[in-house]
């Protein structure tokens, strides 16, 4: 049984930081392109940063570049989002994604992937 646990959100003032995880399991974390979606209320959902966890590769949405930090753990099949300097427009229910294959650009709202977690909220104020 595949499944994505989402952790580590809460509430900060602005500039300041999260660290989210997501442990998965059932599938092969090694050959998985997992992804970090975002959604605040009233808009759409928004692909933050992705990883081919195979060879590292990342992709960033340009409103996070520099700031948000996408790292894998594959001894412990764990995806993490560093969030730094967060800004109350990163404010969202965050998610994580996987897909068994190799990225396509993976932050595209028309994106595929095969599985979601139930999301961590994060709150930023200002």
Known sequence: QVQ????GGGSVQAGGSL????????FTFS????????QAPGKEREG????YIGSGSTYYADSVKGRFT???????????LQMNNLKPE?????????FMGLCAR?????ARYDYWG???????SS
Do not use: H, M
Not at 106 to 110: G, V
């Open 31 to 38: 050959r998985s392109c997992v992804g970090w979606f975002r």
């Open 118 to 124: 139930q999301g961590t909220q994060v709150t930023v």
């Open 106 to 110: 993976p932050l595209s709202p028309t």
């Open 48 to 51: 933050v940063a992705a990883i």
């Open 90 to 98: 990163d404010t969202g229910l965050y998610y994580c994604a996987a």
């Open 70 to 80: 996408i790292s894998q753990d594959n001894a412990k099949n764990t995806l993490y």
């Open 4 to 7: 994505l646990v989402e952790s």
């Open 19 to 26: 660290r989210l995880s997501c442990a998965a399991s059932g």
